[in-house]
């Protein structure tokens, strides 16, 4: 959930930190710190600011004209777990010396008792984070005769929990040991340089030759030198990273922020992830699946896992499976999966969908699904992430990468890859009647098309925003395909503008919901001409005879549904199944302007983080 960025052997190593820093800020921003060995090995300097959003331009403004040439030099974001967000708490955190510093992302669970007995011990702990206790434990190590190196080893052996650590000692100058286990950690050098982070994208600055470390290895990062050990200090090959993409894709681009950039990057994103992979005849090829067809007509049952955005995409595809492939389809929340004692018969195929491939509820139900005998997939954005390189098969989109928190154009292009999945499912069983393959096909490459004609609309769906943005009481319904539609609408709004927003099946409504609806609540209606569209049209009607202001995706040219609509977010009109792709562009501006309006940053909104990688 924070972000790690550590560099050593360049001339100027604060600079390349402040900067990898600003890239790694949306992975949390209620603080952030540096910490650098001066150049005589013999002090670490150290500064460290709780301002929100403004903690990076605090230190910026602290580095300037503060210390003198650096060696490594260490930078945190954090996103806070144990310890309010305030600068004590704040990393990088000193052992007692102030010659060893770390910074963490992820929990270490067994940090009470860890506390307990360094206390035991004598150290003098001056935060409420469960981070520090590894300072003091390295500490303590290095007084026993161990390297850094060695120290760290020696240290994760007792440490409990999900976790990403980065560590330098003034002894060493120009040394930078990582670890980590679940939670994501990349390395690399150059002939005089190294780097670490958490995010490919910090790195890229200072090099391109990439290595993701797995669990519990542990890597010693120098000026041209890369050593990797296991727990049980094996030397081991740490696996390269292809990186296809450059920093300058995650700039703004003269949008105000990067959710718009990224809405409007859309159509671009849909259509990269089927390029390749879907052709006008209906004919599929997925390279990276990693299943045969005589796997995939094995398969009896698909098991969907996800969180947030990535669980409404599931829920999608659960239909898309079910009608095109006739195979029995389940979507289930990631975080619930691995404590309910689920029974996978033979032939389930699971699949995990996480944007960054490091969404930790995510990895852990996808090694869950495997532990109790289910073939993996996971469905991420980011190639070689954790779970990319843990599942048996993956299912790479494109949408190239995303800073704004809330998920927009990842979303689509999950939705994008999840039905084009099915359709290659579909195919491999024989499930699909003469020409249909081919009618499917041109529906999805139709997509990006179609969310290009959505947002040629951006401005009547911004109006609405803004004109409800006083508003505090939301109400989403959908039926059938309509449903994750609706749930992904109220979820961005509660993201992004802070309000009450509330998603429902609209046939659940007079199942107690509906005691809720009173003048000045405002109801968002997915209600496009599905075959259920007469249904909707009567809940529409209930929530209209109790005061409710109503408002509706529907169809272009559809006046009948207009006119019993107090405002109409108007969209291309598509099949049933693959509608939700278009439908989920205008909720998301929707709430976008509703933000705006009320004065968020929407690229950063409270208590988020855009990887999640804590339990």
Not at 26 to 44: K, N, P, T
Not at 208 to 215: F, I, S, W
Not at 486 to 502: D, I, Q, S, T
Request: charge should be negative.
């Amino acid at each position: 959930m924070c972000g790690i960025i550590g560099v050593t052997g360049l001339s100027d190593p604060l600079a390349a930190v402040l900067e990898g820093l600003e890239l790694l800020e949306y992975r949390g921003y209620d603080s952030a710190g540096i910490v650098g060995v001066e150049a005589s090995g013999q002090a670490l300097w150290r500064v460290r600011a709780a301002e929100h959003g403004g903690s990076i331009d605090r230190l910026r403004a602290e580095a300037d004209g503060g210390p003198g040439p650096l060696r490594a030099c260490l930078g945190h974001t954090r996103w806070a777990t144990h310890g309010a967000p305030s600068e004590e708490n704040a990393h990088p955190h000193l052992d007692c010396s102030g010659r060893v510093a770390v910074v963490h992302n992820g929990i270490i669970e067994n940090h009470r008792e860890l506390a307990a007995e360094l206390d035991r011990s004598g150290h003098k702990r001056t935060s409420a984070t469960d981070t520090e206790i590894l300072a003091h434990l390295v500490e303590a190590e290095i007084d026993a005769g161990a390297d850094l190196a060695e120290a760290v080893r020696r240290c994760l052996l007792v440490l409990r929990g999900d976790f990403a650590v980065a560590l330098v000692h003034a002894a060493e100058p120009d040394l930078i040991v990582a670890a980590r286990r679940t939670s994501p950690l990349v390395v690399g050098t150059t002939a005089s340089a190294g780097v670490v982070a958490s995010d490919v994208a910090a790195a890229l600055s200072t090099t391109r030759q990439l290595y993701a470390l797995e669990d519990d290895q542990v890597a010693e990062v120098a000026p041209g030198r890369l050593l990797v050990r296991d727990l049980e200090g094996r030397r081991v090959e740490p696996a390269r990273i292809d990186v296809a993409w450059s920093v300058e894709r995650a700039l703004k681009g003269g949008y105000p922020d990067f959710m718009s950039k990224e809405i409007h990057e859309q159509p671009r994103a849909a259509a990269d992830t089927l390029l390749g992979r879907v052709s006008p005849g209906g004919a599929t090829e997925i390279e990276e699946l990693g299943l045969d067809e005589e796997e995939l007509r094995a398969t009896r049952r698909v098991l969907l896992v996800g969180c947030g955005s990535s669980y409404h995409a599931c829920l999608v595809a659960r239909h898309a499976l079910e009608r095109w492939a006739a195979v029995p389809a389940e979507a289930e929340i990631a975080s619930e999966l691995r404590y309910r004692e689920p029974v996978l018969a033979e032939g389930t195929l699971a699949i995990a969908v996480s944007q960054s491939g490091e969404t930790v509820d995510s990895l852990h139900a996808m090694r869950e699904a495997r532990r109790r005998g289910a073939r993996v997939l996971a469905l991420t954005n980011v190639v070689d992430s954790v779970m990319a390189r843990e599942a048996d098969g993956v299912l790479y989109t494109r949408a190239g990468p995303e800073v704004g928190v809330a998920s927009t154009k990842s979303h689509v292009a999950q939705l994008v890859m999840l039905e084009a999945f099915a359709l290659h499912l579909a195919r491999a069983r024989g499930t699909l009647r003469e020409g249909e393959p081919g009618r499917l096909a041109g529906e999805l490459l139709g997509l990006a098309a179609s969310i290009g004609r959505v947002l040629e609309r951006e401005e009547d769906y911004l109006s609405l925003g803004r004109r409800f943005s006083a508003s505090e009481n939301f109400y989403y319904l959908g039926r059938r395909l309509g449903l994750p539609v609706a749930m992904e609408g109220a979820l961005k709004l509660k993201e992004l503008a802070y309000v009450r927003a509330e998603a429902y099946p609209a046939g659940e409504m007079k199942h107690g919901p509906i005691s809720l609806i009173e003048p000045g609540a405002v109801v968002v209606v997915v209600a496009t001409r599905t075959p259920l569209w007469e249904k909707v049209m009567a809940n529409v009607e209930e929530m209209r005879a109790r005061g409710a202001t109503v408002l509706g995706v529907a169809d272009e040219g559809d006046e009948e549904t207009a006119r019993l609509l107090d405002g109409v977010l108007v969209v291309p009109p598509t099949s049933e199944l693959v509608s939700p792709v278009v439908c989920v562009v205008p909720l998301q501006c929707f709430a976008y302007a509703v933000a705006r309006a009320r004065g968020n940053d929407v690229d950063r909104p409270r208590n988020l983080a855009k990887v999640v990688t804590v339990e």
